[in-house]
């Protein structure tokens, strides 16, 4: 049907198309999506899970909320296994209350999902952001919006498939 469509994929282009497998994604888990409309805020989306029913054990004004904040990215499959983050993005997202996670996209460089991991912002990843913090602040550097820092997302928590329930509690949710 389209002949024409280019050989390689642009940045923007594979950031896109990544952000719209996302959100169908978690559109057939049940999840509400919502993408940040300024793209500058260290996140890319906040992912709600419904809430739990109203029951007698816990009254309506106290039932929980579960979200969890989202930076994606996107690479294609041959690009290897690190993704880049500013420090400046990845410092906003460490320092939320919520759960925060990396959801790392591969996709084929005609744009099909290839495949999904996760790296949960908790425990040694965490770390990892407040040390290189730590180091910048002794170092006087405060413009850390040219500082990166990579993961290795098939280190992380590891295949998307995997479910989002002990990251954020409450019902199962896997993202298919």
Known sequence: MFDQIESELDPDRIGRIGERQFEVLCERAGLYCNKSAIDMMGWDFIVEFPMAPAGQAVPLDQRPTNAARVQLKSTLGRAGNRIRLSLSAIDRLAKDPRPALIVVF???????????????????ELARVLKRLRAAEARKVHDINHTDISYDYEKGRGALRADFHGLVGGPEYRLR
């Open 106 to 124: 591969r996709l084929q460089t005609d744009g099909e999902l290839q495949s999904g991991y996760l790296v949960h912002l908790i425990g040694h």
